[in-house]
């Protein structure tokens, strides 16, 4: 499609009534997208007919998405626009190869070392870590055998399966960098890291520090954007691995990245930053849209969906209609609906269709990747803006932080409830949901439900259902 | 040799132009899969839970890269009007098509819940996509247009009309449109991938001029809309494809299964535009030995490995229902070592 096609006119589209719809819904909403609509939204500036995205749930699930078929969806087209662009991955990122990007796997860190990688000129971050909701999503074990077969079975945490990914060079082509952080990050993940570092032919580890506790008022102790106190020296620290990243992917890409370079590159990751933190405050005040739309833009903050530039473009479509939405009072869910903070990423999405289909809707979330989500100062120079950004990440510090970080949103959003989502066999779970329960019970005396997500299936586990709805239940009588 | 992909992670590289670990096997095992499933050909073509059971035997005891449901031709004939027999044995027939002579058509458009055995075809492509959709590509023949034309009218009466009353023609093909859509549609809706068939547009049938004329448009326009869904779409044409094989990637097809022509020509004429899928002789896999087929088998691989789009290894034609079962095995075991990919993931696979 030409440039001045993708330039002209949007096709008309009227979003239906705003509402939560099946995916066989899906299927006839998609039958009056005009044509014209879906040659407009290509990936990476390109106009071959590979690069297009607007595509439907249907379109993924024949390729082997199958829980797709069991999800409840926003009905808007930025919705759609979403879903196609984020389910189209796997082809993008081949698609970048074909096309002479280079394409680095950065692992564990979670939003940091991608700000730093997509500032170098045709250069595509991208995590394999996400593809732990591959099993899920496709309702299959193909992924966890592999990883199985190379010896992390199922006493481990279900993003194993970026080893079976790795095994099987089908999932992304073979990066030409891994980026690896290990340290104080996720035990299993590190495990992982470094059994999928045998199929990498260039590997950089990255050293995460702790983030210890401290206050402002004590000597050489400075705060994020946010509000989360760190030590001076762990960020300089930190800035030093950061350092060894530029160096690497200078040595990698012949390409000596200036300062103006990084800085711009801080700046487009907190457009999106910026963008996905008014849709949480607006999505998550009024039930203007479902929570497992909500999950997918909190994580696009991760690596922008290996396009940057395409996924700010997703995000201010999505922002555009769910401001609409706000304007005009158009909710997708009971305003009345059990207000619930979640804690840890459902890894089965299912889960959220599941709760707003039993009148409940997320008004909080604590997804592990509190680093994504934090703004970057642009006013610092910018490896320290990235790095004191990190040193909020949800993983690195205490418990006790991370049922902050709920308890405030909780309180904020008037919570009744808050759900953990622990990850079966995931090493930290076992250990923190109880911990962080206690927190939350403790401060807001609210009742908080634990479980873990069980592996693939087509289906929520019926004990598990049956938990889900009798905490809904005391969660009514309450009121 | 445990092979390192799923059949479903290999077909997803060949439609994005990646390599694979091998060419992806694929002899079309249609109602021979009742057979290998002891299930009665009635039982298969009226069953459609006994289609989907015979169809997923069938794929685990060959070991093949996809699941194809296919009924006969006149499938959409059948759900507009059309009459059929189900003979016990074997393959159903055209008994009576809708109409005797070139008409102008009605406003029917098939409704895939309700006419004919669609149901029970949508049944048997929703069964295997639950119990094997995570790890097979589930594909679903659709008859094209201008096939469907010819079963619901007297084929002679249509032949002649595409030289006496070719706007007659026209209407039908476009009323044939309507429904292969809609059946589509509903394919999509159960999780298959749709391949269009249109065995009797071939060379063996009608003339290149009658192919460029009266059936691409229609294959162009059911392609079309199957691309809406971005899905990459398989045109089978059997039979002689010789005269038409420069034509048949205008329909838009990625892939076209083909029959009677040498795949060097093939590769020729469609082969920078289009993966092709083919084409062993199915005479030869009824009547030849298991060594005939591996030796043909070898030679064919070696060959479609040439074609720059890509290549997969496949039947000309369905396998006839009394093949021998071990010369489908030849043939799988064949297309797999010689369509084997040492390269693939490079030094790097552990």
């Known amino acids: 499609m030409s440039q001045a096609g993708r330039t002209g006119q949007i096709p008309k589209f009227r979003d239906p009534v705003p509402g939560r719809v099946t995916f066989d819904r899906w299927l006839e909403l998609f039958e009056r997208v005009p044509d014209e609509l879906i040659e407009r939204y290509h990936y990476y500036g390109n106009g071959d007919a590979w690069s297009k995205y607007l595509f439907p749930p249907q379109t993924f699930a024949i390729y082997g998405a199958r829980h797709l078929r069991r999800l409840k969806f926003d009905n808007s087209l930025a919705a759609l626009r979403m879903w196609g662009f984020v389910q189209n991955e796997t082809e993008r990122l081949f698609r970048a190869r074909q096309i002479g990007k280079r394409v680095v796997a950065t692992m564990g860190d979670l939003g940091a070392v991608p700000v730093i990688v997509n500032s170098f000129p045709d250069c595509v971050a991208f995590y394999p870590d996400c593809i732990w909701w591959t099993p899920f999503v496709t309702e299959s074990k193909v992924l966890l055998d592999a990883a199985a077969e190379l010896g992390i079975g199922d006493a481990t945490c279900f993003s194993r399966a970026a080893l079976g990914a790795f095994a099987k060079h089908s999932y992304f082509p073979d990066p030409e960098l891994v980026i690896a952080s290990t340290g104080a990050s996720c035990d299993d993940y590190s495990g992982v890291e470094q059994l999928a570092a045998s199929f990498a032919s260039d590997v950089l580890w990255v050293e995460e520090p702790v983030r210890r506790e401290c206050r402002m008022s004590m000597p050489e102790c400075r705060a994020t954007v946010s509000g989360t106190v760190y030590e001076v020296s762990t960020r300089n620290f930190l800035v030093k691995e950061f350092e060894r990243v530029v160096g690497r992917m200078e040595q990698l890409t012949g390409y000596n990245l200036s300062d103006d370079e990084l800085r711009a590159g801080v700046r487009r990751a907190n457009r999106a930053r910026r963008l996905v933190s008014r849709l949480r405050e607006l999505a998550y005040a009024r039930p203007v849209f479902p929570a497992i739309e909500m999950m997918v833009i909190e994580f696009g903050n991760l690596h922008y969906y290996s396009d940057m530039d395409e996924w700010v473009r997703v995000l201010e479509h999505l922002l555009a209609t769910v401001e609409e939405r706000v304007s005009r009072r158009q909710y997708v869910l009971d305003e009345d609906a059990l207000r619930l903070v979640w804690i840890t990423p459902p890894a089965d999405p299912l889960l959220l269709t599941y709760v707003e289909d039993h009148g409940a809707r997320i008004v909080g979330t604590e997804y592990v990747i509190n680093q994504a989500l934090e703004l970057m100062d642009e006013a610092k120079p910018p490896l320290e803006a990235i790095a004191e950004s990190f040193l909020a990440a949800s993983l690195i510090g205490s418990s006790r932080a991370r049922a902050d970080a709920a308890i405030r949103q909780a309180r904020e959003r008037k919570a009744e409830g808050v759900i953990i989502s622990g990850i079966l066999g995931g090493s930290h779970c076992a250990m923190e949901s109880r911990l962080i329960a206690g927190y939350v019970k403790a401060e807001l005396n609210l009742p908080v439900l634990e479980f873990d997500v069980a592996p693939p299936a087509r289906e929520i586990d019926r004990q598990l259902q049956t938990r889900i709805d009798a905490f809904l239940e005391l969660l009514r009588g309450r009121r | 040799m445990k092979d390192l992909l799923t059949p479903r992670e290999r077909f997803g590289l060949l439609v994005i ?88 058509p009605d406003e029917m458009v098939v409704d895939p819940r309700r006419d004919g055995r669609l149901r029970l075809y949508l049944d048997a492509i929703a069964y295997a996509y639950e119990a094997r959709g995570d790890t097979v590509p589930i594909l679903a023949y659709v008859p094209a247009p201008f096939t469907t034309a010819q079963q619901l009218v007297d084929q002679e009466a249509f032949l002649m009309g595409l030289l006496t009353e070719p706007d007659r023609v026209h209407a039908l093909l476009e009323y044939a449109t309507r429904s292969v859509v809609a059946l589509s549609k509903a394919v999509i809706a159960a999780g298959g991938l749709p391949i269009l068939v249109d065995p009797l547009a071939s060379g063996s049938v009608i003339s290149a001029e009658h192919y460029r004329d009266f059936a691409l448009p229609y294959e162009a326009e059911v392609i079309r809309y199957l691309h809406r ?46 993966r092709i899928v083919g084409n062993l002789d199915t005479t030869a896999m009824l009547l030849g030995s298991s060594a005939d087929v591996s030796h043909a088998v070898e030679k064919m691989v070696a060959d479609g490995k040439k074609n720059p789009m890509g290549f997969v290894a496949a039947t000309g034609c369905e396998v006839p229902v009394d093949t021998p079962p071990e010369n489908v095995h030849a043939f799988v075991r064949a297309a797999r070592e010689a369509g084997a990919n040492p390269d693939y993931g490079g030094r790097r696979t552990r």
């Open chain 2, 229 to 274: 869904y971005d899905l990459d779409v398989v045109l089978h044409i059997c039979g002689d494809t010789n005269p038409i094989i420069d034509l048949m990637p205008e329909s838009g097809a990625d892939l076209l299964s083909i029959d009677r022509i040498e795949i060097a020509d093939a590769v020729t004429g469609a082969g920078t535009r289009c």
């Open chain 2, 17 to 104: 132009d990646e390599p694979q670990d091998r060419v992806p096997v694929f002899p079309l095992v249609t109602s021979h899969a009742a057979r290998v499933a002891g299930v009665s050909i009635r039982d298969y073509y009226t069953d459609g839970s006994a289609m989907a059971r015979a169809q997923l035997v069938a794929q685990e005891t060959y070991g093949t890269d996809f699941i194809s449901f296919f009924s006969e031709v006149g499938l959409v004939a059948e759900a507009l009007g059309s009459k059929f027999d189900y003979p016990d044995d074997d393959l159903p027939l055209l008994t009576r098509p809708k109409w005797t002579e070139l008409v102008e």
